[in-house]
C-alpha cells in the first residue's frame, strides 16, 4: 500500500509567485493534516481537514494561505505571494479517522523562496 | 492549551550507550502520547506510542511509559546504534478526537562509533 505522497518534494519560487503543494492521503484516510516545519525547528500545525471541510484551521496564517480536500483528488495547500519567511518543509499527514489511530506522514515539500 | 516540552539536543552518544530523552506534557484533557522519529530528508515515522495512563509503548528496542502523575513520556533505549541518529518529536493527542498531534520541538540524536 502506497504511503502518503506529496509532490513536489522541491519547489523553488520566485517572492510574489504562488506555491501549490499537493497531498495524497494513503487510500482509504479521509483525513488530512498539514504541518510546517522551519529549520531546525518542530513542526507547526497548520490546518486539518476532512473530505470538502476544514476542521481545524487554527494553525493558517490569516492572509496568503489556504488549503482544501476535495471529494475528487488530491489536498491542496496553496501559498499565494510567497515570501523569503515561508521557506520551509511542508508535511502533510493523513489518518482514517478512528479516533486513536497514529497520523501517517509524507516525505514533505521542502519549499525555497528566492 | 496543549504543549509538549522536550528536551533540547543535539545528544551525541556513543555506540551502545544508553539513551533517555525526555519529554513532559500539559494537555487539557486526556492525551494519547506518541514519539515519531525523523530522518534526515524525510518525514517522520511512528515510532512507538500509549494511550492511558502507566501504559509502556515499545517498538525496536525503544521504550516509553506514560506516567500521569509526573505528565511525563520520556524515551529510552538500552543501547543505541549508529542507525539511530535521527530527531526524535514527543507529541500529544487528545483522546477520543480525531484532532491534530502536538509536537515538541524536537531533540536530534547523534550516534557515533
Known amino acids: 500500500n502506497a504511503g502518503v505522497m506529496q509532490n513536489p518534494r522541491h519547489l523553488v519560487r520566485r517572492r510574489g509567485q504562488e506555491a501549490r503543494l499537493r497531498c495524497s492521503p494513503v487510500k482509504g484516510h479521509s483525513h488530512v493534516y498539514w504541518y510546517r516545519q522551519l529549520p531546525e525547528e518542530g513542526l507547526k500545525f497548520m490546518v486539518y481537514?476532512?473530505?470538502?471541510?476544514?476542521?481545524?484551521e487554527s494553525g493558517m496564517p490569516k492572509e496568503r494561505f489556504s488549503a482544501e480536500f476535495p471529494k475528487e483528488g488530491p489536498s491542496i495547500l496553496r501559498i499565494q505571494q510567497v515570501v523569503r519567511g515561508d521557506s520551509a518543509a511542508y508535511f502533510c499527514?493523513?489518518?482514517?479517522?478512528?479516533?486513536?489511530?497514529?497520523?501517517?506522514f509524507g516525505n514533505g515539500t521542502r519549499l525555497t523562496v528566492t | 492549551g496543549d504543549s509538549v516540552t522536550q528536551m533540547e539536543g543535539p545528544v551525541t552518544l556513543s555506540e551502545e550507550a544508553f539513551l533517555t530523552i525526555n519529554c513532559t506534557y500539559t494537555?487539557?484533557?486526556?492525551?494519547?502520547l506518541f514519539w515519531y522519529v525523523q530522518y534526515p530528508g524525510e518525514g517522520l515515522q511512528l515510532l512507538l506510542k500509549a494511550t492511558k495512563a502507566d501504559d509502556k509503548g515499545s517498538n525496536k528496542g525503544f521504550e516509553a511509559t506514560y506516567r500521569k502523575e509526573t505528565t511525563s513520556f520520556h524515551l529510552e533505549k538500552g543501547s543505541v546504534q549508529v542507525s539511530d541518529s535521527a530527531v526524535y518529536f514527543c507529541?500529544?493527542?487528545?483522546?477520543?478526537?480525531?484532532?491534530?498531534?502536538?509536537f515538541g520541538t524536537g531533540t536530534r540524536l547523534q550516534v557515533t562509533l
Open positions: 494537555a487539557t484533557g486526556y492525551p494519547s
Open positions: 481537514l476532512q473530505k470538502e471541510n476544514i476542521i481545524d
Open positions: 507529541a500529544l493527542r487528545i483522546r477520543g478526537t480525531a484532532s491534530k498531534l502536538t
Open positions: 499527514a493523513s489518518s482514517p479517522g478512528d479516533r486513536n489511530s497514529p497520523l501517517h
